[in-house]
């Protein structure tokens, strides 16, 4: 599966009967899913299949979606008043005699009140349905266009967190190289400690202060932080190769990363060792912002 970014933009529109539609949708960071739909008045029926047709494609983001829709008007149709047009011409039939037997004219029909009325045309129920279903159609298209547009960021992305991990790989092998945690340098380090406690005091227990000189050793010894960092980096890799939601995944790990440099720079006793965990804590800040983006 391919990494999403959680930022997109994407606008479909086009043209149904006397209807022309326009999708436009955004998307930018969100914890969860946070669909925002704004639907114009008389559409409401297709809001159940939209938010369906969302939510089974995205699971994070806050997702802005409105649909525009607008009318030709200039269709209008003329509507006859049947019972009326029925009464003047029994008036007419009434009144032969009296009035010119000439045929009525279509202006005079048009200028009775009320029987001839001109209003906006209105569409039947199969050309409704048939406008929803391009609707749905085009929003089909939009959210191709916008996952589109999330894979191909959230693939820069996976690229620039590779980047990161590789940085914190060499700074990792950094602190594990560095002369400072070889035995021999601890010990000649405590022993020299040691040898300043113990100069010209006497009241001091040698074999105590050797054990707790050796305890001090252990503790301050980076080995399971340095394993540790490795663990998160091979997983990091492993997650970001796999790919679909896993932003959480490597949220919970940048995390992680973070701890394991906060320890390294509490225990260090080394200028380098120190350097390198503050370097590793600036990087691991870039990989967690970046993070941030991905679903």
Request: with cysteine.
């Amino acid at each position: 599966m391919l990494l999403q970014s959680m930022t997109g933009f994407a606008r479909r529109e086009g043209t149904s009967g006397r209807s022309r539609w326009a999708w436009e949708l955004r998307s930018v960071n969100g914890k969860g899913l946070d669909l925002r739909l704004r639907l114009p008045p008389g559409l409401e029926r297709v809001e159940t299949d939209v938010r369906k047709l969302i939510t089974d494609r995205f699971s994070r983001g806050n997702l802005q979606v409105g649909l525009s829709l607008s009318v030709d008007e200039s269709r209008v149709e003329a509507v006859v008043n049947q019972d009326a047009l029925a009464t003047v011409l029994a008036l007419r039939g009434q009144l032969a005699g009296v009035i010119d037997p000439a045929p009525l004219s279509l202006d005079t029909l048009l200028a009775i009140r009320g029987l001839v009325e001109f209003k906006e045309a209105e569409e039947g129920e199969e050309a409704l349905a048939a406008r929803d279903a391009d609707i749905i159609a085009g929003l089909e298209a939009a959210l191709v266009d916008l996952s589109d547009m999330r894979r191909r960021e959230g693939q820069a992305l996976g690229q620039i967190l590779l980047g990161h991990v590789a940085v914190i790989e060499t700074l990792t092998a950094t602190v594990e190289r560095d002369p400072s945690r070889s035995p021999q340098e601890i010990a000649a380090r405590l022993a020299t400690q040691v040898a300043m406690l113990l100069d010209g005091t006497s009241g001091l227990d040698r074999d105590r202060l050797h054990a707790e000189a050796a305890l001090i050793a252990t503790r301050a010894d980076l080995r399971e932080e340095i394993d540790r960092l490795k663990a998160h980096v091979s997983a990091a890799r492993d997650l970001i190769a796999k790919g679909g939601p896993i932003g959480r995944k490597l949220d919970f790990l940048a995390q992680e990363f973070n701890r394991e440099s906060n320890t390294i720079c509490s225990k260090s006793n080394a200028a380098a060792v120190t350097a390198a965990g503050i370097e590793l804590k600036v990087v691991i800040d870039q990989f967690r912002e970046q993070v941030q983006n991905l679903e």
